[in-house]
C-alpha cells in the first residue's frame, strides 16, 4: 500500500493498516457525485472564501509582502487555510488537477515565506505581537493551528510526494520540541490537536522526539496547578488516565481522545488503552446522538451531562468529524467493527447533514429538530467546519479498507475498486440504497487470507455466498464475517445486508426523547421536513412503533434518495391557542395523514419549515 491518511504501518499496537486513499477508486451514486464536487466545487469556493477574508493574506503581510496593513479575522485563521490544504493535498493524491495544483503552490509558497527564522509559524503572532508567542496557551490556539499545519504538510508529502512543506513543518514542530518538554516550558493546548499532527509526523519521519512531544501535551493537562484552568471545559481538571467521561468542549475532548488512541497504538501504555474504553462506552452509552452528533450544548459547544440530549442538539460538524477519527483509531486498534459502525453513523448522518448537495453552503451546528430557522450558510467568521469537510471528502476513500495480518477488511461498502495488500477487490453496491453487495476477488495468485466483512450493527439477518455457495462465516451484527479460504482471481462474493426500517427509542434518562421514537434505514437516520408534508405540521405527527412504513427511490428527490412512507396521525393544536398550560387532562384530537420521511443529511436543501427527527408515539401506544 501507499501511505494512508493514518499510517499504522509500524506501529506496535496496530491490528489494521488502512489503504491509502490513492489504492481506492470510488465509482458509486452516493459518494462519488459528492468527492466530485468537493474537488470542482467545494475547494475552489473554500480558496476564494480564504482570499476574500484575508486568511491567506495574513501570510503574506506575516512575510512582509503587506507591510502596513493589519491582521484579518479570528487569531485562530490560520488554521482554517491549514485544513482547506490537507484537503486540496488529498484531492491531488486522488485526482490530479492542474487547477487545485496551482492553488496549493500558491498556498505554499505563502506560507514558507512566512515562517520565521527559528521555524516559529503564526501569522498572528508577527511583527507588534511577536513577543507574546505562547503566552496565552488557553485561548489563543497556536498549537492547535501549528498541528492543522504539520497534518497538512504530512498529507502533502503523502499524496503528492513533495517534501518542500514538510520541511517547513519539521522546522516548526522542532521549535516547539525545542520550547516545550522536561527541562523546558511545561504546557498544552487549549484546544487540542497537535497530538495527533505530532504523532503523525513521527509515523512519518521516525523521529521519536515528536511521539514524545505527543504524549508530552497529553500528560500535562490535569495537573496540579493546571497548565491551562479553565476546568473540565478545557479538560484540564484530570489526567487523561483518570478521566471516566467525556466533558467539555466537544471537539477539543474528541480530538484529544484521537490524540491519545494514536500514543496507545504507538506505545505500551496500559492507563491510556484503559481510559480510552471507558470513554468510548461512556460516549456511545449515554452522549451520542442518533445522527452520530457529538455534542448537546450550544452553550460552550460542549458536551452535557449522561443522557443530555436536547433535539435542539449543537452537534458541531467538527464534532461529528473528531468522532470519525477516534471510531477509524479504535478500529485500527482493535480490529473491531463496533468502531467502524460508529464511524458509519457520523459519516451517513450528523457530519453529511453538514454540507449542502451543491457543496456551497455549510451547517456549523446540526440540530435534529427545527423550526425553520436554521440554515446552510457559504462561509462563517469561526469557519472551522467548512474546510474539515473538505479534508474528510477528500481523505473518504482512506476510510473505506484496511489490511491486516493475512486479512483483508471490507469497512465501508462504497462501489469502485481497490487494492488493499496486494489484493485488487472489486465492488458493485447501491449502498445506502440497497444492502447487496458484489465483490470480485483478484489476489493475483492463489493466496491464503480472510476477508472480513463488516456485519452492520443495525443489520438483521444478512447472508454471504462465495461463488454462488454459502458462506460458513457467523453474520452476527456488529462483527465481522470472516471467510478464511485460498483464494484466486474471479472469486466471486455476494453480501446481502436486509435494510428494513426500524423504529429506535432512547433511554428513559433521555428527558427530550421520552415517549417519542426515530426510525434508520440501513446507516441512514431520517427526518421529517415540511417540505414533504404539506398541510402538516411535522412536529404534531404520531407514528406507531409498529407502523409499516414503504420504501422507495425518488431520483428526481434531493439528488436521488429513498423516501419513506407511513400512516400517522397528527396532533390538532389549534385547541391549545392562546394557552401555554392547560389543566390535565387534556384529550388530544388526531387527525391522519400519510407522512414522508427523507434521510437526515438532506434536510434544509430546500425551502425553509420545520423539521424533526424524533416523532411523538405516546399517543399511539396508550
Known amino acids: 500500500?501507499?501511505?494512508?491518511?493514518?499510517?499504522?504501518?509500524?506501529?506496535?499496537?496496530?491490528?489494521?493498516?488502512?489503504?491509502?486513499?490513492?489504492?481506492?477508486?470510488?465509482?458509486?451514486?452516493?459518494?462519488?457525485?459528492?468527492?466530485?464536487?468537493?474537488?470542482?466545487?467545494?475547494?475552489?469556493?473554500?480558496?476564494?472564501?480564504?482570499?476574500?477574508?484575508?486568511?491567506?493574506?495574513?501570510?503574506?503581510?506575516?512575510?512582509?509582502?503587506?507591510?502596513?496593513?493589519?491582521?484579518?479575522?479570528?487569531?485562530?485563521?490560520?488554521?482554517?487555510?491549514?485544513?482547506?490544504?490537507?484537503?486540496?493535498?488529498?484531492?491531488?493524491?486522488?485526482?490530479?488537477?492542474?487547477?487545485?495544483?496551482?492553488?496549493?503552490?500558491?498556498?505554499?509558497?505563502?506560507?514558507?515565506a512566512a515562517q520565521a527564522p527559528?521555524?516559529?509559524?503564526?501569522?498572528?503572532?508577527?511583527?507588534?505581537?511577536?513577543?507574546?508567542?505562547?503566552?496565552?496557551?488557553?485561548?489563543?490556539?497556536?498549537?492547535?493551528?501549528?498541528?492543522?499545519?504539520?497534518?497538512?504538510?504530512?498529507?502533502?508529502?503523502?499524496?503528492?510526494?513533495?517534501?518542500?512543506?514538510?520541511?517547513?513543518?519539521?522546522?516548526?514542530?522542532?521549535?516547539?520540541?525545542?520550547?516545550?518538554?522536561?527541562?523546558?516550558?511545561?504546557?498544552?493546548?487549549?484546544?487540542?490537536?497537535?497530538?495527533?499532527?505530532?504523532?503523525?509526523l513521527y509515523r512519518e519521519?521516525?523521529?521519536?522526539?515528536?511521539?514524545?512531544?505527543?504524549?508530552?501535551?497529553?500528560?500535562?493537562?490535569?495537573?496540579?496547578?493546571?497548565?491551562?484552568?479553565?476546568?473540565?471545559?478545557?479538560?484540564?481538571?484530570?489526567?487523561?488516565?483518570?478521566?471516566?467521561?467525556?466533558?467539555?468542549?466537544?471537539?477539543?475532548?474528541?480530538?484529544?481522545n484521537c490524540g491519545a488512541a494514536d500514543v496507545a497504538l504507538e506505545r505500551n501504555v496500559p492507563a491510556i488503552r484503559e481510559t480510552l474504553d471507558r470513554l468510548w462506552a461512556d460516549f456511545t452509552g449515554t452522549k451520542m446522538y442518533i445522527t452520530g452528533g457529538a455534542g448537546a450544548r450550544w452553550d460552550g459547544e460542549a458536551f452535557g451531562a449522561a443522557y443530555e440530549l436536547p433535539s435542539r442538539a449543537y452537534a458541531e460538524t467538527c464534532a461529528g468529524i473528531g468522532l470519525l477519527m477516534w471510531a477509524h483509531r479504535m478500529n485500527l486498534?482493535?480490529?473491531?467493527?463496533?468502531?467502524?459502525?460508529?464511524?458509519?453513523?457520523?459519516?451517513?448522518?450528523?457530519?453529511?447533514?453538514?454540507?449542502?448537495?451543491?457543496?456551497?453552503?455549510?451547517?456549523?451546528?446540526?440540530?435534529?429538530?427545527?423550526?425553520?430557522?436554521?440554515?446552510?450558510?457559504?462561509?462563517?467568521?469561526?469557519?472551522?467546519?467548512?474546510?474539515?469537510?473538505?479534508?474528510?471528502?477528500?481523505?473518504?476513500?482512506?476510510y473505506a479498507f484496511a489490511a491486516g495480518q493475512d486479512a483483508v477488511y471490507v469497512n465501508l461498502y462504497v462501489q469502485g475498486e481497490a487494492d488493499v495488500d496486494g489484493v485488487h477487490l472489486d465492488v458493485r453496491t447501491r449502498y445506502p440504497w440497497d444492502g447487496a453487495v458484489e465483490i470480485a476477488v483478484n489476489p493475483g495468485a492463489e493466496r491464503d487470507f480472510t476477508l472480513n466483512l463488516r456485519i452492520p450493527d443495525w443489520c438483521e439477518g444478512a447472508g454471504l455466498a462465495v461463488n454462488g455457495e454459502p458462506a460458513d462465516a457467523p453474520m452476527t451484527p456488529g462483527a465481522y464475517a470472516a471467510v478464511c479460504r485460498t483464494w484466486k482471481d474471479g472469486d466471486k462474493v455476494a453480501l446481502f445486508l436486509p435494510m428494513d426500517v426500524r423504529a429506535w427509542q432512547a433511554h428513559p434518562h433521555v428527558e427530550a426523547e421520552f415517549g417519542k421514537l426515530a426510525i434508520t434505514r440501513g446507516p441512514l437516520a431520517y427526518c421529517?421536513?415540511?417540505?414533504?408534508?404539506?398541510?402538516?405540521?411535522?412536529?404534531?405527527?404520531?407514528?406507531?412503533?409498529?407502523?409499516?412504513?414503504?420504501?422507495?427511490?425518488?431520483?428526481?428527490?434531493?439528488?436521488?434518495?429513498?423516501?419513506?412512507t407511513a400512516d400517522a396521525a397528527v396532533a390538532d393544536a389549534s385547541a391549545w391557542a392562546g394557552s401555554l398550560y392547560r389543566p390535565a387532562p387534556v384529550e388530544p384530537v388526531y387527525g391522519a395523514a400519510r407522512v414522508t420521511a427523507i434521510p437526515y443529511y438532506a434536510w434544509a436543501n430546500r425551502e425553509a419549515g420545520p423539521m424533526t427527527v424524533w416523532m411523538n408515539v405516546s399517543a399511539l401506544i396508550r
Open 528 to 564: 421529517l421536513e415540511a417540505a414533504d408534508n404539506p398541510g402538516v405540521d411535522v412536529w404534531d405527527v404520531a407514528v406507531a412503533p409498529d407502523a409499516e412504513w414503504s420504501a422507495e427511490f425518488r431520483p428526481e428527490l434531493l439528488g436521488g434518495v429513498v423516501a419513506l
Open 333 to 398: 486498534l482493535t480490529a473491531e467493527s463496533r468502531y467502524v459502525d460508529v464511524m458509519e453513523r457520523a459519516l451517513y448522518n450528523g457530519i453529511l447533514s453538514g454540507l449542502s448537495l451543491a457543496g456551497d453552503a455549510y451547517f456549523y451546528q446540526n440540530p435534529l429538530s427545527d423550526r425553520g430557522g436554521h440554515r446552510r450558510e457559504p462561509w462563517f467568521g469561526c469557519a472551522c467546519c467548512p474546510p474539515n469537510v473538505a479534508r474528510l471528502l477528500a481523505e473518504l476513500p482512506g
Open 1 to 112: 500500500m501507499s501511505s494512508p491518511v493514518v499510517d499504522t504501518s509500524a506501529s506496535i499496537n496496530a491490528r489494521l493498516r488502512a489503504a491509502s486513499p490513492a489504492d481506492v477508486r470510488i465509482a458509486d451514486a452516493f459518494w462519488e457525485p459528492r468527492m466530485r464536487a468537493n474537488r470542482e466545487t467545494t475547494l475552489f469556493g473554500q480558496y476564494e472564501h480564504c482570499e476574500s477574508t484575508g486568511r491567506i493574506n495574513n501570510f503574506r503581510r506575516a512575510a512582509g509582502k503587506r507591510p502596513g496593513t493589519e491582521f484579518e479575522g479570528i487569531y485562530f485563521n490560520d488554521s482554517d487555510v491549514y485544513k482547506w490544504l490537507e484537503a486540496a493535498a488529498w484531492s491531488l493524491g486522488t485526482h490530479p488537477d492542474p487547477a487545485v495544483a496551482k492553488m496549493v503552490a500558491t498556498v505554499a509558497e505563502e506560507i514558507a
Open 118 to 200: 527559528d521555524g516559529y509559524l503564526n501569522t498572528y503572532f508577527t511583527f507588534d505581537k511577536a513577543g507574546e508567542r505562547y503566552s496565552n496557551l488557553r485561548d489563543m490556539h497556536e498549537l492547535y493551528c501549528a498541528g492543522h499545519f504539520i497534518q497538512a504538510a504530512v498529507a502533502h508529502k503523502r499524496a503528492t510526494g513533495g517534501d518542500a512543506l514538510l520541511n517547513v513543518a519539521v522546522r516548526l514542530a522542532d521549535q516547539i520540541v525545542e520550547t516545550f518538554g522536561p527541562g523546558k516550558r511545561v504546557g498544552a493546548c487549549g484546544h487540542e490537536e497537535a497530538e495527533m499532527a505530532f504523532v503523525e
Open 205 to 256: 519521519t521516525r523521529d521519536t522526539r515528536y511521539l514524545d512531544q505527543a504524549q508530552l501535551f497529553i500528560d500535562a493537562r490535569g495537573r496540579k496547578p493546571p497548565v491551562l484552568g479553565g476546568g473540565a471545559y478545557l479538560q484540564d481538571h484530570a489526567p487523561y488516565v483518570e478521566l471516566s467521561e467525556n466533558v467539555g468542549h466537544a471537539v477539543r475532548m474528541l480530538y484529544y
